[in-house]
């Protein structure tokens, strides 16, 4: 498969994850938005870019990455996305869709399922923070 159609089917996999919790999706036409697809809550808009998640660690976590790239005169530019332009970064790892706020991601972000062998936690994103049921309801609160 080429990377193009691995990351159509993250996109897919997390809007179908949405639609089953009963949420509205707005794609843009063309592909010249930095999101991917737009999810109509009742608090407004929420803009969302979806990136594929890479095993690490041996399962015991994952990660993915938070900038665009393309080509211009020749050379790859790399882009960081924004809170300007995004809300959220969605990925997609064993069966479970999860969400993660553009402010919390660098270059790349890294969410951990299990401990680590050291049991180091400090600073660790734990992946059951940013499951999507768990983060819609933040939403629903706000409203």
């Given at each position: 498969m080429?990377?193009?159609l691995i990351g159509n089917l993250t996109e897919l996999e997390t809007m179908t994850d949405f639609v089953r919790?009963?949420?509205?999706?707005?794609?843009?036409?063309g592909d010249c938005?930095?999101?991917?697809y737009v999810i109509d809550t009742k608090k407004g808009f929420?803009?969302?870019q979806c990136k594929t998640a890479q095993t690490e660690d041996d399962g015991a976590s994952f990660s993915f990455g938070c900038r665009s790239n393309h080509r211009k005169g020749g050379k790859i530019?790399?882009?960081?996305?924004?809170?300007d332009e995004i809300d959220y970064f969605a990925t997609h790892f064993q069966g479970v869709t999860y969400?993660?706020?553009?402010?919390?991601?660098?270059a790349t972000k890294r969410?951990?399922?299990?401990?680590?062998?050291?049991?180091?936690?400090?600073g660790v994103s734990w992946a059951k923070d940013y499951v999507l049921?768990?983060?819609?309801?933040?939403?629903?609160?706000?409203v």
């Open positions: 080429t990377s193009k919790l009963g949420y509205n999706i707005l794609t843009p036409y938005e930095p999101y991917d929420i803009r969302i530019v790399h882009h960081k996305y924004t809170k969400l993660i706020p553009v402010e919390e991601c660098g969410l951990r399922i299990l401990p680590a062998k050291d049991n180091q936690d400090r049921e768990e983060v819609v309801k933040t939403w629903e609160a706000d």
